[in-house]
């Protein structure tokens, strides 16, 4: 059974850094085409991919984010970690941590496990 | 940058056929990926690779593709099919990644 849950602040202040940690089982992130990624959600928005890392440990970012994403993997830990500098009050959002299928085929790629979310809220 | 475009709402009675849409330029050449998510829930996987249904999706999902359009099917809608809808592909415009539609929202009357 894959289970995936994210852990991580509930409040962060604007300027402060979040750490989010995603601890996954039931897969291995050493397997070929296993990937692991971030998502958010404001509320009452739509889903917005983050970033990624994949069993090779490459990593790939959302563009318009990358330069305040690091994501990281600790497999050893079945753990993901996702930092995101400067956090503003827009980046209140519930963020999901979710395994990704992807592999040589650059169109085959998919969110095919979910974790529940965790919300987090940035206000001074 | 590459983006994929959805209606805001459908809505359909019970019994009924919905069809969602998403359109995008590159999905000729991507595969489109569907996502259920009911309030407060995660998002659910319903359909890969176009029209592949993971284990323990009932067969009322559907997806296809033509040109530039990928299609959500639900037929026999039921109430508990109301939820947001979004689709997904992977990014098309030299970045790797993944790309999400702007959701639709689906009423059941």
């Known amino acids: 059974q894959v289970t995936l849950r994210e852990s991580g602040p509930a409040l962060v202040k604007p300027t402060q850094t979040l750490t989010l940690t995603c601890t996954f089982s039931g897969f291995s992130l050493n397997s070929i085409g296993v990937c692991v990624s971030w998502v958010r959600q404001p509320p009452g928005k739509a889903l917005e991919w983050l970033a990624l890392i994949d069993w090779d440990d490459d990593k790939y970012y959302s563009p318009t984010l990358k330069t305040r994403l690091t994501i990281s993997k600790d497999t050893s830990k079945n753990q993901v970690v996702l930092t995101m500098t400067n956090m503003d009050p827009a980046d209140t959002a519930t963020y999901y941590c979710?395994?990704?299928?992807?592999?040589?085929?650059?169109?085959?790629?998919?969110?095919?496990?979910w974790g529940q979310g965790t919300l987090v809220t940035v206000s001074s | 940058s590459y983006e994929l475009t959805q209606p805001p709402s459908v809505s359909v009675s019970p019994g009924q056929t919905a069809r969602i849409t998403c359109s995008g330029d590159?999905?000729?050449?991507?595969?489109g990926y569907w996502y259920q998510q009911k309030p407060g829930q995660a998002p659910v996987l319903l359909i890969y690779k176009n029209k592949e249904r993971p284990s323990g999706i009932p067969e009322r999902f559907s997806g296809s593709s033509s040109g530039t359009i990928v299609t959500l099917t639900i037929s026999g809608v039921q109430a508990e099919d109301e939820a947001d809808y979004y689709c997904q592909s992977a990014d098309s415009s030299g970045n790797y990644g993944v790309i999400f539609g702007g959701g639709t929202k689906l009423t059941v009357l």
């Open positions: 590159a999905l000729p050449n991507q595969y």
């Open positions: 979710a395994r990704t299928t992807g592999g040589y085929d650059a169109s085959i790629l998919y969110l095919d496990q």
